[in-house]
């Protein structure tokens, strides 16, 4: 039972690099989302999608895209890095993203650090 | 501005205590989560409140919604070095969840 898989464990990129982060789950959840952790600051959501072909933005979206072209995927791009998008960054998948929630199932997350 | 205001933020305790953890905001959720969080992991779902009072028991540990649906509190009886880790209350309202900073409890054997 894989879950919430995301790839890679860890990247370090250059000032100005772009990249994409990788979140796969396969338990037909169709509420997804991306999340930032940093020290002192908890969890803060960057974008979320409610269904294939449905993005919308969190607290933190700017210098972040994502993309839902199936229910499965859900790709978080980073347009041009900076050192403040050093970070650990989860992918989340639950059931039911409105009203009353099952909660959420997290990837183990990607750790980047921009140099 | 955090949403999510969780008491407190570190707390070492010995092995056999009992320990209480807060999570407190001034909005009213749909749902609140509460998740245990390891080094080098992703957080994991510990359980989900729904209705204001409700109380809930895993093992060791009791999870209470507010009344009014805007806090909670995590009571840990008997902690274990197991129970060591970061956690961390969420709130769902609409389409978002809303987390804490987290408390980082360490169990000293």
């Known amino acids: 039972n894989a879950g919430v898989t995301q790839t890679p464990k860890f990247q370090v990129l250059k000032t100005g690099q772009s990249m994409t982060l990788q979140c796969a789950q396969d338990m037909n959840h169709e509420y997804m989302s991306w999340y930032r952790q940093d020290p002192g600051m908890g969890l803060r959501l960057i974008h979320y999608?409610?269904?294939?072909?449905?993005?919308d933005q969190g607290e933190v979206p700017n210098g972040y895209n994502v993309s839902r072209s199936t229910t499965e995927d859900f790709p978080l791009r980073l347009l041009s890095a900076a050192p403040s998008q050093t970070s650990v960054y989860f992918c989340?998948?639950?059931?039911?993203?409105?009203?009353?929630?099952?909660?959420?199932?997290f990837g183990s997350g990607t750790r980047l650090t921009v140099v | 501005t955090q949403l999510l205001e969780q008491s407190p933020q570190f707390l070492s305790i010995q092995e056999g205590e009992n320990l209480t953890v807060y999570c407190n905001s001034s909005?009213?959720?749909?749902?609140l989560q509460w998740y245990r969080q390891e080094p080098g992991e992703g957080p994991v779902l510990l359980v989900t409140?729904?209705?204001?009072?409700e109380v809930k028991k895993l093992k060791r540990l009791t999870f209470q919604f507010g009344d009014a649906r805007k806090d909670s509190s995590l009571h840990i009886t008997a902690a274990q070095t197991g129970d060591t880790g970061l956690y961390l209350c969420a709130g769902n309202t609409g389409n978002q969840f809303y987390f804490g900073t987290g408390t980082s409890l360490t169990v000293i054997p």
């Open positions: 409140v729904v209705t204001g009072g």
């Open positions: 909005s009213v959720f749909s749902s």
């Open positions: 989340a998948s639950s059931y039911r993203g409105t009203g009353v929630s099952d909660g959420y199932t």
């Open positions: 999608s409610v269904g294939a072909g449905i993005t």
